[in-house]
């Protein structure tokens, strides 16, 4: 079993839909979860972190957190061409460690 | 504020060479990381590095070292290269050992 796991993809969504990205873990003392956006050939960037159970807002993102159920979310709400990218669950005990999922692609068609 | 730097963006190199990867973080960060992004393949954790000494490392050789100098920055080595080292080295630094990390731009590392 991989220690993060996300759908591939790819994930095709209109533009102005929601994307909903999943991503399961297996260590159950992880403590942070963080989503990254990584363009084709670029670096990762940090888009969002959270570390309670719940949800947590920033813009048209939210990400949500159910350590019971072991799982992490992101949606994007009024999704646009410009989201589209590879976006990475990453998930840690003390943000020192953290173990990356493969990454989901995501592809918002105008 | 100058965002994580790392050099050179290319390396080419050979088997048996060895090669070093530079990364300074961004100001006022004390902790950096290594990743190893494979085409194709997810990022994997190399080492962590904070205030001056190794933390951490993931499931890699010896081969592959670092060390971080006194104003943070940091170095990453890889001896005796190997075809399957061919792949993007990010680098990422951290305010302190438990901030989230930003990423560098990357070095691309290629071996013929």
């Known amino acids: 079993q991989k220690e993060v796991e996300q759908n591939s993809g790819p994930l095709s969504v209109p533009e102005g839909a929601i994307a909903s990205l999943n991503c399961t873990y297996s260590d159950r003392g992880s403590q942070s979860f963080f989503w990254y956006r990584q363009y084709s050939g670029k670096s990762p960037e940090l888009i969002m972190f959270i570390y309670s159970n719940g949800d947590k807002e920033d813009g048209r993102f939210t990400a949500q957190l159910n350590k019971a159920s072991q799982y992490v979310s992101l949606l994007i709400r009024d999704s646009q061409p410009s989201d589209s990218a590879t976006y990475l669950c990453?998930?840690?005990?003390?943000?020192?460690?953290?173990?990356f999922g493969a990454g989901t692609r995501l592809t918002v068609k105008p | 504020e100058a965002g994580v730097t790392q050099s050179p963006t290319h390396l080419i190199k050979t088997r048996g060479q060895q090669a070093t990867l530079r990364c300074s973080p961004i100001?006022?960060?004390?902790?950096v990381y290594w990743y190893q992004q494979a085409l194709g393949l997810g990022l994997q954790f190399l080492l962590w590095?904070?205030?001056?000494?190794?933390?951490n490392r993931g499931n890699f050789p010896p081969r592959f070292s670092g060390r971080q100098f006194p104003n943070y920055s940091s170095e990453l080595n890889v001896n005796a290269l190997e075809l399957e080292d061919s792949a993007l080295y990010l680098c990422?630094?951290?305010?302190?050992?438990?901030?989230?990390?930003?990423f560098g731009d990357g070095t691309r590392l290629s071996i013929l």
């Open positions: 100001s006022g960060h004390t902790s």
């Open positions: 990422a630094s951290s305010l302190s050992r438990n901030q989230p990390q930003h």
């Open positions: 590095y904070d205030e001056g000494e190794e933390r």
């Open positions: 990453a998930v840690s005990r003390n943000n020192n460690d953290m173990r």
